[in-house]
């Protein structure tokens, strides 16, 4: 009979290989090209920050509350829905199950803290270059904190309490320990490990008798899996993936019915409705937009920030990709079947038309900043236009091998 140990290997080396089938979809040849580029392009907009740092700022505390939100490591159970039957009558034998799951919760997010620590180093040593005892007990706090917090979080859940008031905890915690070293170097940052520590001893008696929550463990694998596929959406299609609609009233005059609603009008027409409508796809779009105004306008450099540009644009043409099987395999091309011609057709009106948007808002960013280099806003609209006409050649090919 398979042990728990065992079944927790079974479904992480499952869960692993579809990461792995999904990862060269997401890092193809483009879009590494791309990473490179931008990866080069925040160290040399960082490096020309740091030369010149702005005043009147707490860096302390901005670089505290990010490895504080960083060390709250979600737990991932890979639970599914079966498990509340079927592993119910081995409950008892399940507490080998989570141990591995904390561990490799941990492991599996420890490269983002350290990625983190080696990006707030150089700012950190730029404010105060005498505080490298600080920046290495600062450093012992990122990586053992998340731990103690994922021990933490498995007895509250145990206990039957919420999710958001650990996160809540955790974070005040974490912030006031990192911040406090950070800030003033005294040993009183070390009470918020210490508190950690007797909490989870506290909890772990308390819940010693507890039976597994599986509803909630259950609803918290599931939303994990969900938020992994949202952002795997951004670069293929994902089986399985249900994009729930949202009712915006303030977009109501964007989806105004064509006067004349024929075959030509119809598939521009239901690829801006799915999108504006689309609960996941459009709060990636506006997360993508806010983040590419926010990089652009703190690197205030003028090559770095069309880089970074062009590298959005990219990303969002590549996100919308899914929106073509969603509408053009779906049921209104049974109802009302139209050529294929008018459905990539349709498909490149709506890519062009949300591209242009979007490389107008971010040209006026740029524009604002940068208005002596403001030449090289066309390379966004030049990046726009090629990788449209790249997306819908190779549909063009797509459908000629399913005609075949």
């Excluded at 994922?150 to 919420?162: A, H």
């Excluded at 650990?166 to 990192?178: C, E, F, K, R, Y």
């Excluded at 009233?249 to 239901?270: I, Q």
Aim: glycine share 4%.
């Amino acid at each position: 009979m398979m042990t728990a140990k065992q079944l927790f290997n079974q479904r992480y080396r499952a869960m692993r290989k579809e990461a792995q089938y999904y990862n060269k979809f997401i890092f193809n040849g483009h879009f590494t090209v791309f990473l490179v580029i931008l990866i080069g392009a925040f160290i040399l907009g960082y490096g020309e920050w740091l030369k010149d740092i702005p005043t009147g700022i707490n860096y302390f505390l901005f670089i505290s509350i990010v490895l504080a939100i960083s060390s709250i490591f979600p737990l991932k159970t890979y639970l599914v829905e079966a498990d509340s039957l079927f592993l119910l009558p081995f409950e008892s034998q399940m507490k080998d199950y989570i141990q591995k799951s904390i561990w490799t919760s941990y492991y599996k997010r420890l490269p983002l803290q350290v990625i983190l620590l080696v990006i707030s180093y150089p700012l950190i040593h730029a404010l105060a270059p005498n505080q490298t005892t600080q920046f290495i007990v600062i450093c012992l706090f990122t990586l053992l904190l998340p731990l103690i917090g994922l021990f933490v979080k498995w007895y509250w859940f145990l206990y039957g309490l919420e999710a958001w008031s650990i996160n809540v905890i955790l974070g005040i915690l974490n912030l006031s320990a990192i911040y406090v070293m950070l800030a003033s170097g005294s040993l009183h940052s070390l009470g918020a490990p210490i508190a950690l520590i007797v909490l989870a001893v506290f909890l772990q008696k308390l819940t010693k008798q507890h039976r597994l929550p599986w509803t909630f463990l259950i609803k918290q694998a599931h939303q994990h899996q969900a938020n992994y596929y949202k952002f795997v959406s951004m670069f293929t299609d994902v089986k399985g993936l249900q994009e729930r609609a949202v009712r915006r009233r303030y977009l109501d005059f964007l989806l105004a019915t064509p006067t004349s609603f024929h075959e030509g009008a119809m598939y521009p027409f239901l690829f801006k409705r799915n999108f504006l409508r689309g609960k996941d796809a459009f709060n990636l779009t506006l997360r993508l937009v806010v983040i590419t105004v926010l990089l652009m306008s703190w690197l205030n450099h003028p090559y770095v920030s069309i880089v970074i540009g062009c590298m959005a644009m990219y990303i969002l043409i590549m996100q919308m990709s899914q929106f073509y099987t969603q509408e053009a395999y779906g049921l209104w091309p049974q109802v009302w079947p139209p050529s294929e011609a008018l459905v990539i057709l349709g498909y490149q009106k709506f890519l062009t038309g949300t591209t242009s948007v979007m490389a107008a808002i971010l040209s006026v960013v740029y524009l604002v900043f940068n208005i002596q280099h403001g030449y090289l806003i066309v390379l966004l609209f030049i990046v726009s236009y090629l990788t449209i006409h790249r997306t819908i050649k190779k549909l063009k090919y797509k459908e000629s091998l399913l005609r075949d």
